[in-house]
C-alpha cells in the first residue's frame, strides 16, 4: 500500500468523489435506477451520504440542498430533463436488488 498521510489520504479522496459527481452530472443518460440495479447506490444515495456527513460536522442540510450539490441544479430540474420512466423490467429488478433498511 502507498504510504500517504491523512490529509493526502482526504484530498485524494475529495478529488476522486469531485471526479465521480462530474462524471455522473456528464452521465445523465444513465438512469438511477439502473445504478441501483447495478451497483446497489445511486446519485439519490450520494447526496443521502453527502447530507448525513454534513449534519454530523454541525452543518445543517437538507435533502433538497445536497441533492443539488450532487445533480449541479435542484432534483426537480435534473429530474425533469434526464429521468424517464422505469419500465416494468427496471421495477422488477429494482425490488429484487433494493438495499436493505
Given at each position: 500500500m502507498v504510504d500517504i498521510n491523512e490529509e493526502q489520504r482526504t484530498a485524494f479522496e475529495a478529488a476522486a468523489f469531485r471526479r465521480l459527481v462530474a462524471h455522473l452530472r456528464e452521465r445523465s443518460d444513465v438512469q438511477n435506477i439502473d445504478m441501483m440495479n447495478l451497483a446497489g447506490f445511486c446519485r439519490n444515495c450520494?447526496?443521502?451520504?453527502?447530507r448525513e456527513?454534513?449534519?454530523?460536522?454541525?452543518?445543517?442540510?437538507?435533502?433538497?440542498?445536497?441533492?443539488?450539490?450532487?445533480?449541479?441544479?435542484?432534483?426537480?430540474?435534473?429530474?425533469?430533463?434526464?429521468?424517464?420512466?422505469?419500465?416494468?423490467?427496471?421495477k422488477a429488478a429494482f425490488e429484487t436488488n433494493r438495499p436493505k433498511e
Open positions: 450520494l447526496s443521502n451520504w453527502y456527513a454534513a449534519n454530523e460536522a454541525g452543518v445543517a442540510m437538507d435533502k433538497e440542498q445536497s441533492r443539488e450539490i450532487i445533480y449541479g441544479m435542484p432534483y426537480d430540474a435534473w429530474r425533469d430533463l434526464h429521468q424517464k420512466e422505469a419500465s416494468p423490467e427496471q
